[in-house]
Nanobody
Framework: QVQLVESGGGLVQPGGSLRLSCTLS????????IAWFRQAPGKEREAVSC??????YYADSVKGRFTISRDNAKDTVSLQMNSLKPEDTAVYYC???????????????????????WGQGTQVTVSS
């Protein structure tokens, strides 16, 4: 069984930084992918970033500001968010695709329906 546990989030002023983390807590894997999605009030859930053993994805809206990284020993993925803007305000969710556990060349996907397990969500609010 797979569980994803999120941490981080909070309230920050524009231009500030936050760091989100997502851990696959059940067992250690050789291969995996974790994606970050966000959903703001009245908007659809959108892919923000993703990392696998062989690929990385960033949405155009966060390129140059957000950085995704892996700690393979802990099966943890972090999302460092810098230069935050009010439009970054949303609930952020991490997610994983079971198929990514089997392939070293798994490519990140941006459709939320491709993912099987989700974290509990964490609120990010950017406001002055």
């Amino acid at each position: 069984q797979v569980q994803l546990v999120e941490s981080g989030g909070g309230l920050v002023q524009p231009g500030g930084s936050l760091r989100l983390s997502c851990t696959l807590s059940t067992f250690t894997l050789d291969y995996y992918a974790i994606a970050w999605f966000r959903q703001a009030p009245g908007k659809e859930r959108e892919a923000v970033s993703c990392i696998s053993s062989s690929s990385v994805y960033y949405a155009d809206s966060v390129k140059g500001r957000f950085t995704i990284s892996r700690d393979n020993a802990k099966d943890t993925v972090s999302l460092q968010m810098n230069s935050l803007k009010p439009e970054d305000t949303a609930v952020y969710y991490c997610a994983t695709d079971l198929n990514s556990f089997d392939y070293s060349d798994y490519e990140c996907r941006t459709e939320s329906t491709e993912y099987d397990y989700w974290g509990q969500g964490t609120q990010v609010t950017v406001s002055s």
